[in-house]
């Protein structure tokens, strides 16, 4: 399998052009696939508590592949608690997790996760075309010293973000959009098929959230399950395709227009929804 990277590159034909076009053929050809999303990431019964706080309880999400999913809900709601316990970071009470109908212990492989800027080491020496190596070891292996091949990929995926001119330079002299732009090429290179990312427009200018938004959509229309926290209740109808509105409990989900409705958001919000849903 090529790398996701590899295969967005506007340059040459390459895998996710091709899913994108059978993607599209399939939703023009087939009602039934509009009505039942096919299998991405889901979570069934999914419960987390930090000591005797409960941070999401009893919740039961899908993430379809070919679309891009935001959980979207007040600071506090469990949406960064949600993809944790999704990925295995942080312990279950209860839940299970399964990729592609796979439980979550055998479908590591099949995610990549860009985690909150605020949470990196910024300072770790290590250089922009190092960070973007970082997304094959899982496939290549620890030990093993990265070839030619490799480092071609890793700048085919710096070039998605618009961040190859960079590849020599220290990741912690970015500005945090820039940051932002390299954790994305690393999980590119990862050639996943759920990618879940934590705030990724917390931060950053408008160009690239922009560039960010692009290359998103470049994984949905390939098939990929996209899935992201997301705090902008102005951009949520306008980026993604469906919605997951979380306030420790699911409070509805589905297509983003048939869930983030007035009813929902207040459910959700309460007396913060003026504060949240501006800008």
């Not at 949406?79 to 295995?88: D, E, I, P, R, W």
């Not at 931060?203 to 996209?226: F, K, N, P, S, Y």
Request: some cysteine; aromatic content about 6%; hydrophobic content about 45%.
């Amino acid at each position: 399998m090529s790398a996701a990277c590899e295969a967005a590159a506007a340059a040459g034909p390459a895998r996710l052009a091709r899913d994108a076009a059978a993607g599209a053929a399939e939703k023009a050809g087939t009602a039934t696939m509009a009505r039942a999303p096919a299998q991405g990431m889901s979570v069934r019964g999914l419960s987390v508590s930090y000591g005797r706080t409960p941070a999401i309880m009893d919740v039961d999400a899908d993430f379809p592949l070919g679309a891009m999913t935001a959980i979207i809900g007040p600071n506090g709601a469990g949406k960064s608690t949600l993809l944790k316990a999704a990925l295995g970071l942080v312990p279950r009470l209860t839940g299970e997790v399964r990729v592609l109908g796979r439980p979550l212990e055998r479908a590591r492989d099949l995610i990549a996760y860009v985690p909150q800027r605020a949470s990196v080491d910024w300072e770790f020496p290590a250089r922009v075309i190092d960070v973007a190596l970082m997304g094959l070891y899982r496939r290549k292996g620890l030990w093993r010293l990265f070839d030619r091949n490799d480092r071609r990929r890793a700048m085919e995926c710096l070039a998605m973000v618009g961040m190859e001119s960079f590849a020599r330079r220290q990741i912690g002299e970015l500005s945090g959009g820039q940051q932002q732009r390299v954790f994305i090429a690393r999980a590119l290179a990862q050639d996943a098929q759920a990618y879940l990312l934590d705030e990724p427009f917390a931060g950053v200018d408008a160009a690239t959230e922009r560039a960010i938004v692009a290359v998103l959509r470049q994984l949905r229309d390939a098939g990929r399950a996209v899935v992201c926290v997301h705090h902008d209740l102005s951009t949520a109808p306008v980026y993604f395709d469906r919605a997951l509105l979380l306030n420790r409990v699911v409070v509805a989900q589905g297509p983003t227009a048939e869930t983030l409705t007035p009813r929902n958001l207040r459910l959700a919000y309460g007396g913060r929804l003026e504060t949240a849903a501006t800008p």
